[in-house]
């Protein structure tokens, strides 16, 4: 079976610090990737995903992510955080397409 | 165009009631999903509809969980009776096509507190 797991459970930073998060997946075959975000009071939304080529990818909000299939990885990045960007982040697997398998999810707190 | 809707916000009830969660999908989604969070522990899925079809209740915890999505619109997630382990986030979830490049839109989720 599939598994997701992230590694921080809560991460605090202050203002323009760089911020990295790592998940690791297990799965054999072709693997798609996302990255959900879920601000305060606000819905999950798609922060970014890979499917197939360039194994960097770009979201929204400056956040991009690198998939390394050699080490099971799609670990999120953001250069230069903001007070904004506190939030839950979680990675996640679509299982046969649909089923979405969710890591643990990391909170992030960026104090200003 | 509207976003996955909700309701209640949030629920308290006593164990051994019923609670029924409804969600409402974007318009034109044929694909309705539900999926739970129970406190500290992952969000994981429930069930998958296609119109008003059950595809897939491989996550449905028990017999006490019972999903509807009448005329393919919107669905109901109703917990009879509740039991404390019930208590969590439940997400509901849709899009238009169920193949894995398409994105899930998710609803702000109901908060269940069962005491």
């Known amino acids: 079976a599939q598994s997701v797991s992230q590694h921080n459970h809560h991460v605090i930073l202050s203002e323009a610090a760089s911020l990295e998060l790592g998940c690791n997946y297990s799965?054999?075959?072709?693997?798609?990737l996302f990255w959900y975000v879920q601000y305060p009071g606000q819905h999950l939304q798609l922060l970014l995903k890979?499917?197939?080529?360039?194994?960097l990818v770009k979201g929204i909000k400056g956040f991009e992510a690198e998939f390394i299939k050699s080490k099971f990885s799609f670990n999120l990045r953001k250069p230069s955080v903001q007070w904004s960007d506190t939030a839950e982040y979680f990675c996640?697997?679509?299982?046969?397409?649909?089923?979405?398998?969710f890591g643990a999810g990391t909170t992030v707190t960026v104090r200003a | 165009e509207a976003g996955v809707t909700q309701f209640p916000s949030h629920s308290v009830i006593e164990k051994g009631q019923t609670v029924t969660l409804r969600c409402d999908p974007i318009?034109?989604?044929?694909?309705l999903y539900w999926y739970r969070r129970v406190m500290g522990k992952e969000i994981k899925f429930l069930l998958h509809?296609?119109?008003?079809?059950?595809?897939?209740e491989s996550g449905m915890p028990n017999n006490r969980f019972l999903a509807e999505r009448t005329g393919g619109t919107y669905s109901t997630l109703k917990v009879q009776p509740a039991e404390l382990e019930d208590s969590g986030v439940y997400f509901c979830?849709?899009?238009?096509?169920?193949?894995?490049?398409?994105?899930?839109?998710f609803g702000p989720g109901t908060r269940l507190t069962v005491t």
């Open positions: 996640a697997v679509p299982r046969h397409d649909y089923k979405l398998s």
């Open positions: 799965y054999g075959g072709t693997v798609n």
């Open positions: 890979y499917f197939s080529g360039d194994p």
């Open positions: 318009s034109g989604h044929d694909n």
């Open positions: 509809f296609v119109k008003e079809s059950k595809q897939d």
């Open positions: 979830a849709s899009n238009r096509g169920s193949g894995k490049r398409y994105e899930q839109y």
